[in-house]
């Protein structure tokens, strides 16, 4: 029995060579050979044979291996190939797309696998290219039921460039999968804002969820609503609703998002909502039922104009709701039109906030201080330009002097100006917590910043910490004081000038 493996260099990696009875006969810590060797003619009885076919030992020993390693291991026996695989599986992920070939008309399982392996895997939607495209569907449809799967926890589905309109697929039930929790669901990253996921997709999507009735994660991506219904053990949910160009298809509805949210109202604790798509969607504003979901903690929602559901946000609806974010990647977009659906919520203690370019056209920050006003831990992303006159940071940034933080963060891009630099320092400054501050992507020269450096030094002496970056062909990153140090800049100008240098922008 032999058990080979690769170094990281390329070379041997260590030796164990062992008898089949478990007499040890050398631990060299390096071997040209790079293997692991039992002796056939030894007494499988012995202690150590016992201890060396012994799962939980097999594991540990299996667990000293890097992933290559691991992948590159040749375990002849039954007992240490199980052992192997089923740590493997748990590392990885397994791509099943090589898995099937045709032979004429007929669906093959080309390559067996250790069924251990079958934890979590992708599916892609195009396979072998001897495979026509409609046969994309009877590879996922009939390929899931070949395989017969039964250790499978986490499915990656993976749209890209089907084209077919046959909505006449005949579908059978999946067997279940008691053990799948985790189901990931959409296009590929360069395709979420084309045409796809039409007709069958959807259905296969959802044979999927309902053959899991143990689902505890679902991130989910189309123009569709998954019925969930049947999800009685759903704990987090990603939905990404992409409004393809079909007509047929193309109709958003609040309604049907709380539909769907109201299935699964007793289990969810964490929710994040998008909607991909640069089209205006109607605002809904007729009454509707909603749940009481009584378990969600964290709620992330990433598209202002889209979800509006005003009798949804409030304490009687999300009652232990404790962290929220909200991300603007609409231009035209109105955040302060999204918190008039908003009532006030005194439970949520960590807010994140996201603002894209126009956010100071868009007074906010008041109602955001009054509608939560128990946040503890505040994170703000933003950009400032010229654009973005002084008066108007002061205007954004100083209601939250009244929150009782305990911790800031603030990353701010795309400074052009260090005027602004200054200007958010000094906001900063005066609110409560603990504070630290990045500057990334700064577009600012040497003479426009020297001017500011005392103003840099008073301010700092109330944060954490404060850095600075540039990306360029190799990212650059300046820290005036490093993360968590507490140390207050004591530098000179002429210091703080020459750490700056290599992010100062050409005159």
Same mark, same amino acid.
């Given at each position: 029995?032999?058990?080979?493996? #690769?170094?990281?260099?390329?070379?041997?990696?260590?030796?164990?060579?062992?008898?089949?009875?478990?007499?040890?006969?050398?631990?060299?810590?390096?071997?040209?050979?790079?293997?692991?060797?039992?002796?056939?003619?030894?007494?499988?009885?012995?202690?150590?044979?016992?201890?060396?076919?012994?799962?939980?030992?097999?594991?540990?020993?299996?667990?000293?291996?890097? /992933?290559?390693?691991?992948? =590159?291991?040749?375990?002849?026996?039954?007992?240490?190939?199980?052992?192997?695989?089923? /740590?493997?599986?748990?590392?990885?992920?397994?791509?099943?797309?090589?898995?099937?070939?045709?032979? *004429?008309?007929?669906?093959?399982?080309?390559?067996?696998?250790?069924?251990?392996?079958?934890?979590?895997?992708?599916?892609?939607?195009?396979?072998?290219?001897?495979?026509?495209?409609?046969?994309?569907?009877?590879?996922?449809?009939?390929?899931?039921?070949?395989?017969?799967?039964?250790?499978?926890?986490?499915?990656?589905?993976?749209?890209?460039?089907?084209?077919?309109?046959?909505?006449?697929?005949?579908?059978?039930?999946?067997?279940?999968?008691?053990?799948?929790?985790?189901?990931?669901? *959409?296009?590929?990253?360069?395709?979420?804002?084309?045409?796809?996921?039409?007709?069958?997709?959807?259905?296969?999507?959802?044979?999927?969820?309902?053959? =899991?009735?143990?689902?505890?994660?679902?991130?989910?991506?189309?123009?569709?609503?998954?019925? /969930?219904?049947?999800?009685?053990?759903?704990?987090?949910? #990603?939905?990404?609703?992409?409004?393809?160009?079909?007509?047929?298809?193309?109709?958003?509805?609040?309604?049907?998002?709380?539909?769907?949210?109201?299935?699964?109202?007793? $289990?969810?604790?964490?929710?994040?909502?998008?909607?991909?798509?640069?089209?205006?969607?109607?605002?809904?504003?007729?009454?509707?039922?909603?749940?009481?979901?009584?378990?969600?903690?964290?709620?992330?929602?990433?598209?202002?104009?889209?979800?509006?559901?005003?009798?949804?946000?409030?304490?009687?609806?999300?009652?232990?709701?404790?962290?929220?974010?909200?991300?603007?990647?609409?231009?035209?977009?109105?955040?302060?039109?999204?918190?008039?659906?908003?009532?006030?919520?005194?439970?949520?203690?960590?807010?994140?906030?996201? /603002?894209?370019?126009?956010? $100071?056209?868009?007074?906010?920050?008041?109602?955001?201080?009054?509608?939560?006003?128990?946040?503890?831990?505040?994170?703000?992303?933003?950009?400032?330009?010229?654009? $973005?006159?002084?008066?108007?940071?002061?205007?954004?940034?100083?209601?939250?002097?009244?929150?009782?933080?305990?911790?800031?963060?603030?990353?701010?891009?795309?400074?052009?100006?260090?005027?602004?630099?200054?200007?958010?320092?000094?906001?900063?400054?005066?609110?409560?917590?603990?504070?630290?501050?990045?500057?990334?992507?700064?577009?600012?020269?040497?003479?426009?910043?020297?001017?500011?450096?005392?103003?840099?030094?008073?301010?700092?002496?109330?944060?954490?910490?404060?850095?600075?970056?540039?990306?360029?062909?190799?990212?650059?990153?300046?820290?005036?004081?490093?993360?968590?140090?507490?140390?207050?800049?004591?530098?000179?100008?002429?210091?703080?000038?020459?750490?700056?240098?290599?992010?100062?922008?050409?005159?």
């Amino acid at each position: 029995m032999t058990l080979s493996t #690769k170094s990281d260099d390329g070379g041997g990696g260590g030796c164990v060579r062992i008898a089949r009875g478990g007499y040890m006969h050398s631990i060299p810590e390096k071997s040209s050979s790079g293997c692991i060797i039992l002796d056939s003619t030894m007494d499988r009885n012995s202690s150590m044979s016992k201890a060396l076919m012994n799962p939980l030992v097999l594991t540990l020993v299996f667990r000293c291996l890097n /992933l290559p390693n691991l992948k =590159a291991c040749r375990l002849v026996c039954l007992d240490w190939a199980n052992a192997g695989a089923s /740590l493997l599986g748990k590392k990885t992920i397994l791509n099943v797309n090589a898995l099937f070939r045709y032979d *004429g008309p007929h669906l093959f399982q080309a390559t067996p696998v250790n069924d251990q392996l079958f934890r979590s895997i992708t599916i892609h939607e195009e396979f072998d290219q001897i495979a026509s495209r409609y046969k994309t569907i009877d590879i996922i449809k009939n390929g899931i039921r070949m395989l017969k799967f039964q250790n499978i926890q986490n499915l990656t589905t993976v749209i890209g460039k089907y084209a077919g309109h046959n909505e006449n697929v005949a579908f059978q039930k999946l067997p279940l999968l008691p053990n799948l929790t985790s189901i990931k669901y *959409g296009p590929s990253n360069d395709r979420l804002d084309k045409i796809y996921q039409r007709y069958a997709f959807p259905l296969v999507m959802q044979i999927t969820i309902n053959a =899991a009735p143990n689902l505890s994660v679902l991130d989910v991506s189309g123009s569709r609503f998954p019925n /969930l219904s049947g999800c009685r053990h759903l704990e987090r949910l #990603k939905f990404c609703f992409i409004r393809c160009h079909d007509t047929t298809y193309r109709d958003f509805s609040v309604a049907k998002v709380i539909r769907m949210l109201g299935q699964v109202k007793d $289990s969810l604790t964490e929710v994040e909502l998008r909607y991909n798509s640069y089209s205006f969607v109607r605002r809904q504003i007729r009454s509707i039922d909603v749940p009481v979901m009584s378990k969600l903690t964290t709620l992330t929602i990433h598209s202002f104009h889209a979800y509006l559901m005003p009798q949804l946000f409030n304490e009687e609806h999300l009652p232990a709701l404790t962290n929220l974010s909200f991300e603007n990647f609409m231009y035209s977009s109105s955040f302060s039109a999204h918190l008039e659906a908003w009532q006030r919520h005194r439970g949520v203690k960590s807010l994140a906030l996201e /603002l894209c370019w126009a956010w $100071s056209q868009d007074e906010f920050a008041e109602s955001i201080a009054q509608l939560f006003p128990a946040v503890k831990k505040f994170e703000l992303e933003m950009h400032v330009t010229r654009d $973005s006159p002084i008066h108007e940071i002061n205007q954004m940034m100083t209601p939250f002097q009244t929150w009782k933080l305990d911790e800031v963060n603030v990353d701010v891009g795309m400074v052009d100006d260090s005027s602004l630099i200054v200007a958010v320092l000094k906001n900063m400054s005066l609110w409560n917590g603990i504070k630290r501050l990045h500057f990334h992507h700064i577009r600012v020269t040497q003479n426009n910043f020297q001017p500011y450096i005392q103003d840099l030094i008073l301010y700092h002496a109330a944060f954490k910490s404060l850095a600075f970056s540039v990306v360029t062909d190799v990212s650059q990153i300046v820290e005036l004081a490093p993360p968590d140090s507490g140390i207050p800049i004591n530098f000179s100008v002429a210091e703080i000038l020459d750490k700056m240098q290599p992010i100062f922008k050409v005159d």
